[in-house]
């Protein structure tokens, strides 16, 4: 009977190291299931992270190209409005300087109405 008892004991004890080994077991599965989640997780940030990175990177080069071309606008503007102001200013001088004879002033203000038109 002693012996029995000492048996049962045994099996018992037996019987809950089996089932610490299988819990431990189960926690170590949960922790891997969990490590491997984490590390997905992070790789997935990381992916995010770079593919923000490479818009912000995009949007950069194309503001920058937006402001070269409105640079470049700016300047034939700047460049056209020169043109018509040197225009106008050549009109004024051939005004000024051809004022005389009927011929003279004919010739000056066909020439004139050419530049008026085609000029600007």
Do not use: M, P
Not at 1 to 14: F, H, L, P
Not at 63 to 71: I, M, V, Y
Not at 86 to 115: M, P, S
């Amino acid at each position: 009977s002693r012996n029995r008892e000492i048996e049962a004991r045994q099996r018992e004890d037996e019987a809950r190291e089996r089932e610490i080994r299988r819990d431990n077991l189960a926690d170590e599965e949960r922790n891997k299931a969990r490590q491997r989640e984490d590390e997905a997780r992070q790789r997935a940030d990381e992916a995010r992270q770079r593919e923000d990175e490479a818009r912000e990177r995009e949007i950069r080069r194309d503001n920058l190209a937006d402001e070269e071309r409105n640079q470049a606008n700016r300047e034939r503007n700047r460049a056209s409005i020169r043109a018509r102001i040197q225009t106008r200013w050549i009109i004024l001088q051939i005004q000024h300087q051809f004022r005389g004879t009927d011929e003279t002033t004919a010739v000056v203000t066909d020439f004139l109405r050419y530049l008026t038109e085609y000029g600007e």
